[in-house]
């Protein structure tokens, strides 16, 4: 048997693992008791303006400089610049080393391991190495969502997430972390380089992020009435974990 946390809503249409836009709720605090009910946790309401991603969220669709209607309609030109300025060749394709760089441009310094895990959950479906210009508008977009929530419960500024303020992230997006997985998380993600600070810079949070929220979506195809238990095959359970600890490591 195993356990999960999660809230889900079966109207959201959003990129693979990013996380829903916060819909207003009425603050809930956390709560760790062991029944059912407690793994469905209501997130509370959106960060401030303030708070924001720093690019405006890509809805997509321009003429880009390759001759074809590449990008999404209404897609911010931060964006398609950002996309343009890294594929070189003129192929209309990024690959991962690309794609660091864009996305460091606009954020911060990604990890590969990230940019690998960001490769697999947006993949172009004709090229499993390179990202395409929906895709990557996609994960632009899904990245600002991420931003918004680090941001707003960094609240120490400091920059990195620790190990109570990845459990209130994690819970204002549904899901109630077992203390237990949290500070698994918190030994798997951290990248302290050094640094006296634990917790999680904004690349090592979206990737921990991204692995919770990814599993979980798997784990709740075989809890169809969401009961926090569900009893898997030793194949159901390899087929599920595999491709987020292998194919981006």
């Known amino acids: 048997m195993s356990n999960y946390s999660g809230s889900y809503s079966s ?8 996380p829903s836009l916060p819909e207003t709720h009425n603050n809930s605090s956390y709560n ?31 003429f880009s400089a390759y001759g074809h209607s590449a990008f999404p309609p209404g897609t911010h030109p931060d964006v398609i610049r950002s996309f343009e300025m890294v594929d070189r060749d003129r192929s209309g394709f990024i ?31 004709h090229d499993s190495l390179r990202i395409g210009p929906k895709e990557f508008a996609d994960l632009w977009s899904c990245l600002g969502q991420w931003r918004a ?16 303020e990845l459990r209130d992230a994690l819970y204002s997006i549904g899901y109630a972390v077992p203390p237990s997985v949290l500070q698994l998380l918190m030994d798997k993600y951290d990248n302290r380089s050094g640094s006296r600070k634990l917790g999680l810079s904004f690349d090592s949070f979206v990737e921990c992020g991204m692995v919770v ?17 569900a009893t898997l095959t030793y194949e159901s359970f390899m087929s599920m974990v595999i491709p987020f600890i292998v194919t981006y490591d």
């Open 11 to 18: 109207s959201q249409s959003y990129a693979p693992s990013a």
């Open 213 to 229: 929220k990814g599993l979980t979506e798997k784990f709740k195809e075989k809890d169809p009435r969401y009961t926090g238990s």
């Open 95 to 125: 690959d991962e080393n690309e794609l660091q760089q864009a996305l460091s441009s606009g954020y911060q310094r990604f990890s590969l391991s990230t940019i690998r895990l960001l490769m697999f959950l947006f993949k172009n479906p």
């Open 32 to 62: 760790n008791s062991s029944s059912a009910q407690s793994y469905y946790a209501q997130p509370p309401p959106p960060p401030p303006p303030s708070q924001q991603q720093p690019y405006p969220a890509p809805s997509y669709g321009q």
């Open 149 to 164: 929530i680090f941001e707003r419960y960094d609240r120490d500024r400091s920059g990195k997430i620790d190990l109570m």
